[in-house]
C-alpha cells in the first residue's frame, strides 16, 4: 500500500524559510514523478512543483526561483524548500504521486503552512 | 496556461438522482500525438485530500463506483453521478495535464438536497 506523509509545515514569517518532508512507502520516490501541490485556505487546487524520476524538475510561475524540490533517495524522501515565503503561500501542501500523462493518483494528507507576522 | 472553468459552482441533489458536472478548458486538451484527452477529476472530502476518480477524462480508478462516469473531448467534459449517494457529497475538481503548468478546475461543490 503506497502511503505518503507530509511534514515540516509551520508558521513563518514574511520572508521565511521552510523545509517540507514527504515521507514514502509503498513506492520508490526516484523511480516515479512525484509533486507537490498546494491548497489555500477555503481555496481550490494549484499545482507547485514537480520531479521526474530523471532527476528534472518544474516549477509554477509563483514560485520559479524561490521553491526548490528535490528528493533523498536514501530514505525515500521528497523535500520542498520555501525561501522567501509571502503570506499567499499560505496553503496546505500535499505531496503527490504523478502517474504516466501527469495526473495525481495518489496524495498524502498534507502538512499547513502558514506565512504571516 | 490552459484555464480550467467548472460549473456550476455548487449543485443540491437528492438521493439516488444524477449529478451532471462541467468542466470547460480554454484551449483543447485532445494530444495529437494519441488523440486522448488529458483530463482528469478528482473528489475531496472535507479535511482529507484529492482523491484521483477518473483519468484520460472517462477511464475510471482501481475501486471507484461504477455510478461515477466521465465524457467529453477537446475543451468541454462532464462528470456525472448517476444515483447519488450520501458519501458522494464533496467538492469536485477538473485537472488537465496537456500542457504544463498543470492546472485545476475552481471545483464544484456537491451537496445532498
Known amino acids: 500500500e503506497v502511503q505518503l506523509v507530509e511534514s515540516g509545515g509551520d508558521l513563518v514569517q514574511p520572508g521565511g524559510s521552510l523545509r517540507l518532508s514527504c515521507a514514502a512507502s509503498g513506492l520508490t520516490v526516484s523511480s516515479n514523478y512525484m509533486s507537490w501541490v498546494r491548497q489555500a485556505p477555503g481555496k481550490g487546487l494549484e499545482w507547485v512543483s514537480l520531479i521526474y524520476s530523471g532527476g528534472r524538475t518544474n516549477y509554477a510561475d509563483s514560485v520559479r526561483g524561490r521553491f526548490t524540490i528535490s528528493r533523498d533517495t536514501s530514505k525515500n524522501t521528497l523535500h520542498l524548500q520555501m525561501n522567501s515565503l509571502r503570506a499567499d503561500d499560505t496553503a496546505v501542501y500535499y505531496c503527490a504521486r504523478v502517474l504516466y500523462g501527469n495526473w495525481f493518483d495518489h496524495w498524502g494528507h498534507g502538512t499547513l503552512v502558514t506565512v504571516s507576522s | 496556461d490552459i484555464v480550467m472553468t467548472q460549473s456550476p459552482d455548487s449543485l443540491a441533489v437528492s438521493l439516488g438522482e444524477r449529478a451532471t458536472l462541467n468542466c470547460k478548458s480554454s484551449?483543447?486538451?485532445?494530444?495529437?500525438?494519441?488523440?486522448?484527452?488529458?483530463l482528469a477529476w478528482y473528489q475531496q472530502k472535507p479535511g482529507q485530500p484529492p482523491k484521483l476518480l477518473i483519468y484520460w477524462a472517462s477511464i475510471r480508478e482501481s475501486g471507484v463506483p461504477d455510478r461515477f462516469s466521465g465524457s467529453g473531448s477537446g475543451t468541454d467534459f462532464t462528470l456525472t453521478v448517476s444515483s447519488l449517494q450520501a458519501e458522494d457529497e464533496a467538492v469536485y475538481y477538473c485537472?488537465?495535464?496537456?500542457?504544463?503548468?498543470?492546472?485545476f478546475g475552481g471545483g464544484t461543490k456537491v451537496e445532498i438536497k
Open positions: 484551449q483543447s486538451v485532445l494530444h495529437s500525438s494519441n488523440n486522448k484527452p488529458y
Open positions: 485537472q488537465q495535464y496537456h500542457t504544463p503548468p498543470l492546472t
